[in-house]
């Protein structure tokens, strides 16, 4: 047990004014009973013939039920197992149809029961733990388009939805596929498929080449007159460098990279109109060059709320938005990333703040909007305090200040660990961590907080009366 510390201060609750579906672990169903074999008596002179254990009994699948779905539909996940319903089915066939499902790369486990049906046959329940991270695929550098990609992955794999998961299993089985719909074209390519990053935090699948894709070495920049070739630079090596080139890919990093630093300075239409490319003479890839067209300034002429904002006022000065003339854009995201963080603090744990632009051609003007939906408000719901006597519970309690059906400030439970271990108040703690639980089908957060106790420290020795402490 944990035991307080002689001083408790209470934390200072600023943050309230700042700002599987778990698959049971268990073996397989059992298999349906066998009819023993029989196996003739051997004689004397005749060795008894050896004979393989009998399948296991198989029976009419009467229904078929999916649990744990919540990506695909219990059609495709039953597609993919191949079964269906009023087929034969047994212990063999369902662990084949298991089989299939995890060897998709779909599923991170997969398990079934079954029992006798009134009808005769059999009731077979199967329970599914989807990946839950889908990405989008490009095709780069292969005889086929992505839209040729898309549309023949659905139509050969009953689970894809237009994303699939980056697993090995779900990568490969799709190369395959495209590889052989490139030889009926009467072509020949090897297909190769990973997982890469497109923007910081966005990824995707693409298939290239089985020989892989060049990567790039360096980047060269022509054309820029506000931005120095060292700044642009430095900001497209944070992401593309050693990244295998496609002229896709490369450009949806110079959208994220290159295109904030010109909106910063109003400079909302620049373009890329040529992107270059030549083997390296210092190392092994490519060196790209980039010809800017860094477009007009756009002067702002407002700045506004869009979407359902609620308190127009309170998230206006949530935003901090600085005078401006011109139509700093980045200034219009970074504010809108405060908007979010404000309603989140607030309950709107789901809310969700974009940025929009209207531009006037002719007068080189910009209207420039945050776009809020801030979604439901979440509350609390209750608290669990577990590692902790009696006292140390209160005090927690005491300190903790929300009360059921407080809106839930998104982050205040980890912020609230955190500022009780900044107390010291507990003599021997090792840990603390606080989880929320949002129950399922409601907007109401309870959360656990579990104190871990540090592990006792090692007792000293026992010296006997007059004893002189040897040297350590």
Same mark, same amino acid.
Request: charge should be neutral.
């Given at each position: 047990m944990i035991r307080m510390a002689p001083r408790i201060s209470l934390v200072l609750l600023l943050f309230m004014t700042a700002v599987l579906a778990q698959t049971p672990s268990r073996k397989a169903a059992p298999k349906a009973p066998a009819p023993a074999s029989a196996t003739p008596a051997p004689t004397l002179s005749v060795p008894a013939p050896v004979t393989s254990p009998a399948p296991a009994q198989t029976f009419s699948i009467d229904s078929i039920a999916v649990e744990g779905a919540r990506i695909h539909t219990p059609e495709a996940i039953l597609a993919a197992a191949g079964l269906k319903q009023g087929e034969k089915g047994g212990s063999d066939?369902?662990? +084949?149809?298991?089989?299939? @499902? =995890?060897? %998709?790369?779909?599923?991170?486990?997969?398990?079934?029961?079954?029992?006798?049906?009134?009808?005769?046959?059999?009731?077979?329940?199967?329970?599914?733990?989807?990946?839950?991270?889908?990405?989008?695929?490009?095709?780069?550098?292969?005889?086929?388009?992505? +839209?040729?990609?898309?549309? @023949? =992955?659905? %139509?050969?794999?009953?689970?894809?939805r237009a994303a699939m998961p980056g697993t090995e299993p779900a990568v490969r089985r799709a190369a395959v596929l495209i590889e052989e719909y490139i030889k009926s074209k009467h072509q020949l390519a090897s297909v190769a498929g990973r997982v890469v990053a497109t923007d910081p935090g966005k990824f995707e699948i693409q298939f290239t080449p089985g020989r892989g894709l060049p990567a790039v070495a360096e980047v060269v920049f022509d054309g820029s007159k506000l931005i120095s070739a060292t700044d642009l630079r430095n900001s497209i090596a944070e992401v593309a460098f050693g990244q295998p080139y496609t002229e896709n890919g490369f450009r949806s990093f110079l959208d994220s990279q290159i295109g904030p630093l010109y909106e910063a300075k109003g400079h909302l239409h620049v373009t890329y109109p040529k992107i270059t490319t030549e083997a390296s003479t210092r190392v092994t890839g490519l060196d790209v060059k980039v010809v800017i067209d860094e477009g007009p300034e756009y002067k702002l002429t407002r700045v506004a709320l869009a979407g359902t904002p609620g308190d127009s006022a309170r998230i206006l000065r949530a935003a901090k938005l600085p005078q401006m003339t011109i139509a700093n854009f980045a200034e219009v995201r970074q504010a809108a990333t405060r908007v979010s963080d404000y309603l989140r603090s607030r309950g709107y744990l789901d809310n969700r703040v974009t940025t929009e632009k209207q531009l006037d051609e002719k007068k080189l003007t910009a209207e420039l909007f945050i776009v809020v939906e801030p979604g439901p408000v979440y509350t609390f719901g209750t608290l669990a305090v577990n590692g902790l006597g009696l006292d140390g519970e209160?005090?927690?309690?005491?300190?903790?200040?929300?009360?059921?059906?407080?809106?839930?400030?998104?982050?205040?439970?980890?912020?609230?660990?955190?500022?009780?271990?900044?107390?010291?108040?507990?003599?021997?703690?090792?840990?603390?961590?606080?989880?929320?639980?949002?129950?399922?089908?409601?907007?109401?957060v309870d959360v656990v907080i579990d104190f871990k106790a540090a592990p006792p420290k090692p007792l000293a020795p026992r010296r006997q009366p007059g004893e002189i402490p040897g040297p350590h």
């Open positions: 066939i369902f662990d +084949a149809a298991r089989d299939r @499902l =995890l060897a %998709s790369g779909y599923f991170e486990t997969v398990a079934y029961r079954y029992k006798p049906s009134p009808k005769g046959g059999f009731e077979v329940t199967f329970e599914v733990q989807e990946f839950a991270q889908l990405f989008p695929i490009r095709v780069e550098a292969l005889p086929v388009t992505t +839209a040729e990609t898309v549309a @023949l =992955l659905k %139509s050969k794999d009953p689970l894809y209160a005090a927690i309690r005491k300190m903790w200040g929300l009360g059921a059906g407080d809106a839930f400030p998104g982050d205040y439970a980890t912020y609230f660990a955190s500022k009780v271990k900044e107390e010291s108040m507990f003599d021997n703690l090792a840990d603390i961590t606080a989880v929320k639980q949002i129950r399922k089908g409601t907007q109401i």
